[in-house]
């Protein structure tokens, strides 16, 4: 059974940018199960926080009664978006094809494949790679006036460092999903980022144009910081879904550490949370944001999301264990080695361990060693949780955590690892 009102709670959420005609879109989400289509490009080995707009979306609109097609580029993943900084490196074919099981892997957490609007997924290589280039051009192309083309935004601002044809006709194969899931499958809406909008938009007009029916499609905002910079970054680079790519312990992290401006913003986003719940963390991070209700609410909502419940114990436990709140034996090892690396853990080589002194200093806790000796003597120095009173300690072997890490820490908040190899 549908929800008539799904795109409320979407503009509520902040979800819709932009979007083709509103009162149209609405009254058709509202008067069956709508048959709907995002797609992500295997651009990467792994999807980020961007991609994961999309996914949410496409959960809420599952949720609402309607139905999912998820389509994985196997064949625009082949070129690319045009995107403002230049052209992209094009992958080998192999690359993509990997990627691209990566991909599909990964979006196939996110909405169920059971039940009456049972998800699916597709691959736009499976109806490109055998298109011949003059029936391209002249089915697909003949749509496409090369003026409207040069009015696209991305465009424009390419055309004065340089844009190849390559990209410049990705906007049609974008268009061509559309039209083939709208022929094969039903599919009448498409969304996406708001920086896909022009082909959305492509897409609905070929659909037009072709068959003569009326197609959708809806945009998301950008999410940005609150100076305006993009968010989807760590110390580490972008904030990947993979866990190999980037551990659940830095994953929580990021998102425990957002501004208190944007902690309602993201929560009615990336969450699952009802209205009232929300408005409730917003206003307490507003009255006592030295809490953080909002932000530690939202981690463990979005880590238990991307990566489940038992990855969100691990992380707070390891948190709570490396500022002393915890047994640093019981934390898993990956997971612990994952948050001593994003403290900018040290290395050594393998063979006899340097005194306490030297290693306070390694790890950058204290500039000299005289500084060492004063945290030391002062009570401020501690090796895997246990406060430090002798400057002359010799750790060994014994003391190693997590197969080969030493943890040091400087009074309550400061710590780093010494990783032996």
Same mark, same amino acid.
């Given at each position: 059974?549908?929800?008539?009102?799904?795109?409320?709670?979407?503009?509520?959420?902040?979800?819709?940018?932009?979007?083709?005609?509103?009162?149209?879109?609405?009254?058709?989400?509202?008067?069956?199960?709508?048959?709907?289509?995002?797609?992500?490009?295997?651009?990467?080995?792994?999807?980020?926080?961007?991609?994961?707009?999309q996914l949410v979306t496409a959960?809420?609109?599952?949720?609402?009664?309607?139905?999912?097609?998820?389509?994985?580029?196997?064949?625009?993943?082949?070129?690319?978006?045009?995107?403002?900084?230049?052209?992209?490196?094009?992958?080998?074919?192999?690359?993509?094809?990997?990627?691209?099981?990566?991909?599909?892997?990964?979006?196939?957490?996110?909405?169920?494949?059971?039940?009456?609007?049972?998800?699916?997924?597709?691959?736009?290589?499976?109806?490109?790679?055998?298109?011949?280039?003059?029936?391209?051009?002249?089915?697909?192309?003949?749509?496409?006036?090369?003026?409207?083309?040069?009015?696209?935004?991305?465009?424009?601002?390419?055309?004065?460092?340089?844009?190849?044809?390559?990209?410049?006709?990705?906007?049609?194969?974008?268009?061509?999903?559309?039209?083939?899931?709208?022929?094969?499958?039903?599919?009448?809406?498409?969304?996406?980022?708001? &920086?896909?909008?022009?082909?959305?938009?492509? =897409? /609905? @007009?070929? #659909?037009?144009?072709?068959?003569? %029916?009326? +197609?959708?499609? !809806?945009?998301?905002?950008?999410?940005?910081?609150?100076?305006?910079?993009?968010?989807?970054?760590?110390?580490?680079?972008?904030?990947?879904?993979?866990?190999?790519?980037?551990?659940?312990?830095a994953f929580h992290q990021f998102?425990?550490?957002?501004?208190?401006?944007?902690?309602?913003?993201?929560?009615?986003?990336?969450?699952?949370?009802?209205?009232?719940?929300?408005?409730?963390?917003?206003?307490?991070?507003?009255?006592?944001?030295?809490?953080?209700?909002?932000?530690?609410?939202?981690? &463990?909502?979005?880590?238990?999301?991307?990566? =489940? /419940? @038992?990855? #969100?114990?691990?992380?707070?436990? %390891?948190? +709570?264990?490396? !500022?002393?709140?915890?047994?640093?034996?019981?934390?898993?090892?990956?997971?612990?080695?994952?948050?001593?690396?994003?403290?900018?853990?040290?290395?050594?080589?393998?063979?006899?361990?340097?005194?306490?002194?030297?290693?306070?200093?390694?790890?950058?806790?204290?500039?000299?060693?005289?500084?060492?000796?004063?945290?030391?003597?002062?009570?401020?120095?501690?090796?895997?949780?246990?406060?430090?009173?002798?400057?002359?300690?010799?750790?060994?072997?014994?003391?190693?955590?997590?197969?080969?890490?030493?943890?040091?820490?400087?009074?309550?908040?400061?710590?780093?690892?010494?990783?032996?190899?």
């Open positions: 059974m549908t929800t008539p009102n799904v795109l409320d709670e979407l503009e509520w959420r902040g979800l819709v940018a932009h979007s083709t005609d509103r009162d149209a879109l609405r009254a058709a989400l509202g008067e069956g199960s709508v048959r709907f289509y995002v797609g992500f490009d295997p651009t990467a080995p792994s999807l980020h926080m961007g991609n994961l707009v959960r809420r609109l599952q949720d609402a009664g309607h139905t999912p097609y998820i389509l994985v580029g196997g064949a625009t993943g082949m070129i690319g978006d045009p995107r403002d900084s230049g052209e992209r490196t094009l992958n080998s074919l192999d690359t993509v094809k990997e990627w691209t099981e990566r991909v599909r892997q990964q979006v196939s957490r996110f909405v169920s494949f059971e039940g009456p609007n049972a998800a699916t997924t597709v691959n736009n290589y499976d109806w490109t790679a055998s298109l011949s280039t003059i029936d391209f051009l002249r089915d697909i192309g003949k749509h496409f006036p090369v003026n409207r083309m040069l009015a696209r935004d991305t465009v424009k601002r390419r055309l004065e460092s340089g844009i190849s044809y390559t990209e410049f006709s990705y906007v049609l194969l974008q268009s061509m999903d559309y039209l083939n899931l709208f022929r094969e499958h039903g599919v009448v809406l498409q969304f996406g980022g708001s &920086d896909q909008w022009g082909n959305i938009t492509g =897409g /609905a @007009e070929l #659909v037009r144009r072709v068959e003569g %029916a009326h +197609a959708y499609g !809806f945009a998301t905002p950008l999410i940005t910081k609150s100076d305006g910079t993009k968010y989807g970054k760590t110390e580490g680079g972008a904030l990947w879904l993979d866990a190999e790519m980037l551990s659940p312990y998102w425990l550490n957002v501004e208190d401006e944007k902690v309602g913003e993201l929560l009615r986003i990336f969450t699952f949370l009802p209205r009232e719940e929300i408005e409730d963390l917003e206003q307490q991070t507003a009255e006592k944001p030295f809490l953080r209700a909002g932000q530690k609410r939202l981690a &463990d909502e979005v880590t238990a999301l991307v990566h =489940g /419940a @038992e990855e #969100v114990e691990h992380a707070k436990a %390891a948190a +709570a264990a490396l !500022f002393g709140g915890g047994d640093l034996s019981t934390i898993k090892p990956d997971t612990l080695a994952s948050a001593l690396r994003e403290a900018g853990g040290t290395t050594l080589p393998a063979g006899p361990l340097p005194g306490i002194l030297d290693l306070l200093v390694a790890a950058g806790l204290a500039k000299s060693k005289g500084e060492a000796r004063r945290t030391v003597t002062e009570g401020g120095a501690y090796l895997n949780n246990v406060r430090v009173e002798d400057t002359e300690l010799q750790p060994t072997e014994a003391d190693l955590v997590a197969g080969s890490w030493l943890v040091l820490r400087r009074g309550k908040k400061n710590f780093a690892g010494v990783e032996l190899t």
